[in-house]
């Protein structure tokens, strides 16, 4: 176990939807990464928030937005969503943002 | 994964070793890692291995690179059972991003 949590576990949401994941990271790390894994691939990187700001962001669209709390605690949102969205969504957390990644269990969000 | 190729599948016997390759594109990745996932799991760290390092051993594990070639390998020595999952290669991109390859499905049987 990572001590990483992420919650939900599993999500059904309709196209058009907003969502909201949420991920808590394990004790003393300050940075969580997140992750698109699509059924058969491996995870894609969305973006990553370090110390509550946004520190480098992947080929996503905009509908695709995150907060990072005081407690270092994060969010995913994602507006408008579409049948492409359904995936494992991933979350990491890390000591600093160069330090290795340590996932939590994932949100498996089906968009119908 | 863009860039990071492993191959699909990998079958081997009970208490034989494992051998999972790897390829990256980007010289000048730092870091590079393995990842194991299980059925409806998240991701489970195995170990990594700096870029100016030819081999890193860990107990069942032994992970070589070679950076001329931008190959990387994980030997699993007395594979198991219980090692029946997903391996992910992947390389650290700038400094913090992962890119993952597609994954590699191993096989134990008895």
């Known amino acids: 176990e990572t001590g990483v949590t992420q919650s939900p576990t599993h999500l059904i949401k309709t196209r058009g939807q907003q969502v909201t994941l949420r991920c808590s990271s394990q004790s003393g790390h300050n940075t969580v990464s997140w992750y698109q894994q699509a059924l058969g691939q491996g995870p894609q990187f969305i973006f990553q928030y370090y110390r509550e700001e946004e520190n480098g962001r992947g080929n996503f669209p905009p509908r695709f937005s995150g907060l990072q709390f005081p407690n270092y605690s994060s969010e995913l949102n994602v507006n408008a969503l579409e049948l492409d969205d359904s995936a494992l969504y991933l979350c990491?957390?890390?000591?600093?943002?160069?330090?290795?990644?340590?996932f939590g269990p994932g949100t498996r969000l089906t968009v119908t | 994964g863009e860039d990071v190729e492993q191959s699909l599948f990998l079958s081997v016997r009970e208490g034989d070793s494992s051998v999972i390759n790897c390829t990256y594109t980007d010289s000048s990745s730092t870091y590079l890692y393995w990842y194991k996932q299980e059925p409806g799991a998240g991701l489970q760290l195995l170990t990594y291995i700096f870029s100016n390092m030819d081999m890193k051993q860990d107990q069942r594990l032994t992970v070589l690179l070679n950076k001329k070639d931008k190959h990387l390998s994980l030997r699993i020595a007395d594979t198991q059972t219980g090692d029946s999952a997903i391996y992910f290669c992947?390389?650290?991109?700038?400094?913090?991003?992962?890119?993952f390859g597609a994954g590699t499905r191993l096989a134990v049987h008895p």
């Open positions: 990491a957390s890390s000591l600093g943002d160069r330090d290795e990644q340590y």
């Open positions: 992947a390389e650290r991109r700038g400094y913090n991003k992962l890119i």
